[in-house]
């Protein structure tokens, strides 16, 4: 075994002392390279053993005297077929255990290669550089004539997860005559703070010759144990005063009675952790997780529990381990006879660590068969220079969040109920630093304990928030507190949604935006109905917040059972007005999912005196449904767009009926509408249609085509050349839009020349190239017109692009500048084969970085052309 790698002499006196894996006794050792045979001699009733091992495998033969035995014709001893292979390689040793008798201990390495197949769990064990051993012997006298395999396996050789695996190990154990060996595991999870420790450990039994349960083993190195600085524990007739926090948890034992190694620092001393193996339990062990903020200047001690334990013992001397220190402790004399007796152990310095074990070494058995002594210690706790301070004290030491700060802060949250309740209560005391460290403590409290706390930052921290402007960017947290407090919720999800709720009914303005998010982000089905009830009360920008937390609420599949409750008629109407169409604008897209959507929808449309605010509305609605395929939602929509007296409520239907394709007709007629606005909402739905792919019916580029050249409204002519740029090009379409580059508006000509850009309308090539050259035209104009050729794949303008791009690395102004990086997107499309030569010297360094990166954009373009 080796020790800890902080501990090099140790490390060489376990390699010494013990073997692991491929690690023998001083007991002589034979390679198999060429065949090997070991004798063993019958001794202290055992029979004599021969041993050959070599590339065609092992041969063991049983002699009941030494004279004449010899492997030859004795039995093949079977190994597993991946073995086979490494038994050329194989090492023999002999061990003499403490009563004389003997065993072979036969070890194959693995090579560092890869193995031909590594498909099994043994392939895998060599592919990992194990060692696969065998302790054979031979069998007593009188039991037989055949060979006796005690243990075989592959040693060295992790399995498991991550941080959970674990080896076996084959251990030799030098005692004062002969040896011990042992056979168990290594654990990952359980170390004596980071030394490797020997667990579940089997001891070949030198009465019966094989493996029993339940041996304990020192696991310490002998050179760090000699090495340890001893102390004496000093015994006190009262109790000391208990600390308020206990540092010390117990996270590993190597045994212990009924698995409860964790009473031995459970703060009652009633209770107690007895170990449990065979023997005086000299090795087992007890590890412990601190807290290195924390300094230990020593250690409580009681042994023995008011009720005793059966078979219970005191430890004589017993070892303190840190990762890098391991003190030596004695108690002063039996303490399982002074039963009211504690012990005290001052350490030399103040420790800070966090791991700590206690190892039993020594103990007082009082003339009891070993088998029955239980070496037992009741509780162990930390001293340290907090002791007698109140939780109270330690919040208030945790203001600066210094050492000494931190040093608290942990104390604190390993007190428990306490230790939080005091940190809620004194966080307002204390400065920024001292309420970082705080809200550490109590993040360690269950969610319902945090919840209230850090519910209440939350609303203390937004009350006076203003609403946000951008309802779809996230809040801003410029406050770390509030952050932090944002998150806590979130980690507890539904376990907050009664607070949060509590806030959206009764917190000030920006409480409630803040806690209406939150609560739909962690609890959308607890949300839905909680921020309907909230919506009457609110007003202006805090209603917009809340419905917004609404829609966010309703778009969760979670929410959906709480959706369908509230849709339903009875419990619908039972909600004012405004908010039933509150919760169907929220549902968006959905509503048409929504079971129950469509009956609520037709209870607010068909209701009779509908005012102007219902109607507008229910449009968005409508939409919805008439997108699922719900026909009187689409009749509804269509007599809004057609014939409803406002002309906002034909605007918003213009504006919701993209969307729906069945009516494509009924806004082509509305861009005839009376109304500009209705117009222009008619026209832009009917662009968006086409940009998305859908078919608008005949007749719809010459109503269009009418707009763009006739309207007396700038912004309604454009859109028109929007419109008619998305869709697919027809030769009326297009004339229109050369015509529209006579318009007098430089927007509505820019508009035009992107439609034909779009069409690739070369029929009308000139008419563009005399928008690109004509320098008393504006400069937008002019750029969109370049832009609009290099869609057309213009070749004969390559020289001028070229020209106009060289121009905008020292220009005479903005025009030329603009012109210049039009040039270049041009030239980048249609990438003429000389585009590197043309370019160069805009990529010099003396060129302006913005035009030298949009040069390098036009070379890696694609080309859009085809030469």
Same mark, same amino acid.
């Given at each position: 075994m080796t020790g800890s790698e902080l501990h090099p002499a140790a490390r060489r006196a376990g390699c010494a002392a013990l073997l692991l894996g491929a690690l023998s006794s001083t007991s002589a050792i034979a390679s198999a390279q060429s065949g090997v045979s070991l004798a063993l001699p019958h001794a202290a009733g055992q029979q004599a053993l021969a041993v050959r091992i070599d590339a065609r495998g092992i041969t063991a033969r049983a002699c009941p005297t030494a004279a004449a035995c010899a492997a030859d014709g004795g039995a093949a001893v079977a190994v597993p077929d991946d073995v086979a292979p490494l038994l050329g390689g194989a090492r023999a040793a002999a061990i003499t255990l403490a009563d004389g008798k003997r065993l072979a201990m036969i070890e194959a390495p693995a090579p560092g290669a890869a193995p031909a197949s590594s498909e099994s769990r043994r392939a895998s064990a060599v592919t990992s550089g194990g060692t696969w051993v065998m302790l054979l012997a031979a069998p007593l006298a009188g039991k037989g004539a055949a060979p006796v395999v005690l243990w075989s396996g592959w040693t060295g050789v992790a399995s498991g997860e991550h941080g959970e695996g674990r080896s076996d190990?084959?251990?030799?154990? @030098?005692?004062?005559?002969?040896?011990?060996?042992? $056979?168990?595991?290594?654990? %990952?999870?359980?170390?004596?703070?980071?030394? @490797? *420790?020997?667990?579940?450990?089997? #001891? $070949?039994?030198?009465?019966?010759?094989?493996?029993?349960?339940?041996?304990?083993?020192?696991?310490?190195? =002998? &050179? %760090?144990?000699?090495? *340890? /600085?001893?102390?004496? &524990?000093?015994? /006190?007739?009262?109790?000391?005063?208990?600390?308020?926090?206990?540092?010390?948890? @117990?996270?590993?034992?190597?045994?212990?009675?009924?698995?409860?190694?964790?009473?031995?620092?459970?703060?009652?001393?009633?209770? &107690?952790?007895?170990?449990?193996?065979?023997?005086? +339990?000299? +090795? #087992?062990?007890?590890?412990?997780?601190?807290?290195? #903020?924390?300094?230990?200047?020593?250690?409580?001690?009681?042994?023995k529990p008011p009720d005793g334990v059966q078979g219970g013992a005191a430890p004589r001397t017993f070892y303190v381990a840190t990762p890098d220190r391991l003190f030596e402790v004695s108690l002063p004399d039996d303490a399982w006879l002074k039963e009211t007796a504690g012990y005290e152990v001052k350490l030399p310095e103040e420790i800070r660590t966090s791991c700590l074990a206690v190892v039993l070494d020594e103990a007082h058995a009082r003339g009891a068969p070993p088998a029955d002594v239980r070496v037992t210690i009741a509780e162990i706790t930390a001293r340290t220079a907090f002791d007698g301070q109140a939780?109270?004290?330690?919040?208030? =030491?945790?203001?600066?969040?210094? #050492?000494?700060?931190? &040093?608290a802060a942990a104390l604190l949250a390993r007190g428990g109920p306490e230790a939080i309740a005091a940190a809620i209560a004194g966080y307002d005391k204390l400065d920024p630093a001292g309420r970082q460290l705080a809200a550490g403590v109590i993040d360690a409290a269950p969610c319902a304990t945090q919840i209230p706390f850090f519910t209440a930052r939350l609303a203390s921290a937004t009350a006076s928030a203003p609403p946000r402007r951008d309802r779809r960017a996230p809040p801003a947290d410029p406050d770390p507190e509030l952050h932090h407090a944002r998150d806590r919720i979130r980690r507890c999800g539904r376990a907050a949604a009664p607070a949060l709720a509590a806030i959206v009914k009764e917190g000030a303005p920006g409480a409630k935006v803040a806690a209406a998010r939150e609560l739909a982000l962690v609890a959308p089905a607890e949300a839905i109905p909680a921020l309907l009830d909230a919506l009457p009360g609110a007003r202006g920008a805090t209603r917009r917040e809340i419905r917004a937390a609404l829609a966010l609420a309703a778009r969760s599949e979670r929410a959906a059972p709480a959706v369908e409750d509230e849709v339903q008629l009875d419990r619908l109407r039972a909600r004012p007005e405004d908010v039933q169409l509150d919760l169907l604008r929220a549902l968006g897209p959905a509503l048409g999912r929504v079971k129950g959507g469509s009956a609520a929808f037709q209870a607010l449309a068909s209701a009779p005196g509908a005012p102007f605010q219902r109607r507008y509305l229910l449009q968005a609605p409508a939409a919805a449904l008439a997108r699922a395929g719900e026909a009187p939602a689409e009749v509804y929509l269509r007599a809004s767009l057609r014939k409803d007296a406002d002309a906002h409520v034909r605007l918003r239907a213009a504006e919701v009926a993209a969307d729906v394709p069945a009516l494509a007709p009924d806004l082509l007629a509305a861009v005839s509408d009376p109304e500009v606005r209705v117009r222009e909402a008619a026209i832009v739905a009917l662009a968006r249609a086409a940009s998305a792919g859908a078919r608008l019916p005949a007749g719809a580029a010459e109503a269009l085509s009418a707009r763009l050249a006739g309207d007396p409204w700038t912004f309604v002519r454009g859109g028109a050349a929007r419109a008619l740029g998305a869709m697919p090009a027809t030769p009326a379409g297009d004339r229109a839009l050369v015509g529209a580059l006579a318009d007098r508006s430089p927007e509505v000509r820019g508009d035009a020349l992107d439609g034909l850009g779009a069409h690739r309308a070369t029929a009308h090539i000139e008419a563009v190239r005399d928008r690109a050259e004509d320098k008393a035209e504006d400069v937008e104009v002019r750029a969109r017109a370049i832009l609009a050729l290099g869609a057309m794949c213009d070749r004969s303008s390559v020289d001028l692009w070229t020209r106009l791009a060289l121009r905008a690395k020292a220009p005479l102004g903005e025009r030329d500048q603009r012109l210049g990086t039009a040039a270049l997107a041009a030239l980048g499309a249609v990438h003429p084969a000389d585009l590197p030569a043309r370019l160069e010297p805009l990529l010099d360094k003396d060129t302006p970085h913005g035009l030298r990166e949009t040069a390098r954009a036009a070379l890696s373009a694609a080309p859009q052309c085809r030469r």
């Open positions: 190990v084959v251990v030799v154990e @030098p005692l004062a005559s002969g040896s011990r060996v042992l $056979v168990g595991h290594r654990r %990952e999870d359980v170390t004596l703070c980071g030394r @490797p *420790a020997l667990v579940g450990a089997q #001891e $070949v039994d030198p009465r019966t010759m094989a493996l029993v349960k339940g041996a304990s083993f020192q696991n310490l190195p =002998a &050179a %760090e144990r000699s090495a *340890a /600085r001893k102390l004496t &524990a000093e015994r /006190r007739e009262t109790d000391a005063p208990a600390p308020a926090f206990r540092l010390l948890r @117990p996270t590993a034992a190597s045994s212990a009675i009924g698995k409860r190694f964790a009473e031995i620092a459970d703060g009652d001393p009633k209770t &107690a952790w007895s170990e449990g193996k065979a023997g005086t +339990g000299r +090795g #087992e062990f007890v590890s412990f997780s601190s807290a290195d #903020e924390v300094g230990i200047t020593g250690l409580g001690l009681r042994i939780p109270e004290a330690l919040v208030g =030491a945790l203001a600066g969040g210094g #050492e000494r700060s931190r &040093a």
